[in-house]
């Protein structure tokens, strides 16, 4: 990205590997810093001003559907004029072939879409996403609301946009791909740290960023709420900004980005200790056969290895099923990883009794904070059977 005469805060997440950044702040203050003509691709789901004190449906039970002051509706005018402003900001930071994706409901995308004719965007495809499951009218006097309408712009007349038409055909079983999308709604992994109250599934973001762009391309999502969008960005290959004002999603966003980021598969593949018990008389012979397979060593077959990271539940269950009561403890580790930053691999590794101790010692050895992106806690237990 070309770099800007007018810098950009910084930001709250920056991963430099795969380019994707978050910022804190105002949508319309900080597109007004991005260089003009930087940004490929524009996905956004503005405000959708619905937070009027109804209600809706929501897992069987009757919830308001207010979602927060950034959704309450300030009028048509004001509503329209909101519009207006941040999507003329992105038609200026868009290139030239770019292109631009919002979504909305019938309270708001009727004006997103004027708005767009009025700056001069080319208006390519509507969109409907339709929800398998949407949640019952409560009140039987209108329809079930169950889609929503995405418009998707070139910037304007003379742009070139991308379209992966052949990908798209593809993905549909070699038909051409109907401007009626069936997608589910959010998965539950995708809420495991957290939801947006009108959060995207990844699936939808998927299909738009293969659909209007290549590898490598810049996406920028005004609006990013839970950050679904760089969650796709990062699968797709793409680079990606997003802009937030709440920095409780921002959080949900980073915690988000980070599950995808990093997968280390720390694997304990030898273990060497050495015990020297006191003389014990019992007869243990039954046990140990039933405890160690045969090709362990004798001095092995009297120990048993548990590691909290190693185990899943169900083999830590049947391991517990052949232990006997009397178990010693006779060993016990606790032990921090540090993962890198830029290279997604274990850094620096230490015994340490707590958090505190093992980030002074990696200060210690010369690295600095920031040279870490995670750090993993394992714990490893041995008892004498």
Request: with cysteine; proline share 6%; glycine share 6%.
């Amino acid at each position: 990205m070309t770099k800007s005469p007018i810098k950009l805060p910084a930001p709250v997440f920056d991963d430099p590997k795969h380019h994707i950044r978050l910022y804190q702040g105002d949508c319309l203050e900080l597109l007004a810093l991005i260089p003009e003509s930087s940004v490929d691709l524009v996905f956004a789901d503005p405000p959708y001003f619905l937070s009027n004190g109804g209600i809706t449906c929501h897992a069987g039970r009757m919830v308001s559907v207010n979602k927060g002051d950034w959704d309450k509706s300030k009028g048509p005018d004001a509503n329209h004029e909101f519009n207006r402003a941040w999507l003329a900001a992105c038609h200026r930071v868009l290139k030239p072939n770019g292109s631009i994706w919002v979504s909305g409901t019938a309270h708001v995308i009727h004006s997103v879409g004027f708005a767009m004719q009025q700056l001069g965007f080319k208006l390519l495809n509507d969109i409907s996403w339709v929800k398998p499951n949407p949640p019952p009218n409560l009140s039987c006097r209108y329809f079930t609301h169950a889609t929503e309408t995405l418009i998707w712009a070139a910037r304007d007349n003379k742009s070139r946009h991308t379209f992966n038409y052949k990908l798209m055909k593809e993905t549909n079983r070699g038909k051409q791909m109907k401007s009626v999308w069936e997608i589910k709604p959010p998965e539950p992994w995708e809420k495991k740290f957290g939801k947006h109250p009108t959060q995207k599934p990844v699936a939808l973001l998927e299909r738009i960023l293969l659909a209007s762009s290549n590898e490598g391309d810049l996406v920028l999502d005004p609006f990013s709420g839970s950050g679904t969008t760089a969650v796709a960005a990062l699968h797709t290959r793409r680079t990606a900004i997003g802009l937030e004002l709440s920095y409780e999603y921002l959080i949900l966003t980073v915690q988000r980005l980070s599950s995808e980021l990093v997968q280390v598969a720390l694997s304990l593949t030898t273990i060497q200790f050495s015990l020297d018990p006191v003389s014990d008389p019992v007869d243990r012979s039954d046990r140990t056969s039933s405890l160690a397979s045969p090709d362990l060593s004798s001095r092995a077959k009297r120990g048993i290895c548990c590691s909290r990271h190693g185990l899943s539940a169900s083999r830590e269950a049947t391991a517990h099923s052949h232990m006997p009561l009397d178990l010693k403890l006779v060993q016990q580790e606790c032990r921090f990883h540090f993962i890198g930053r830029h290279n997604r691999t274990v850094i620096f590794s230490v015994q340490a009794p707590t958090l505190d101790d093992a980030i002074e010692q990696f200060r210690a050895s010369g690295h600095s904070y920031s040279d870490a992106l995670f750090i993993i806690k394992t714990e490893t237990q041995i008892f004498l059977a």
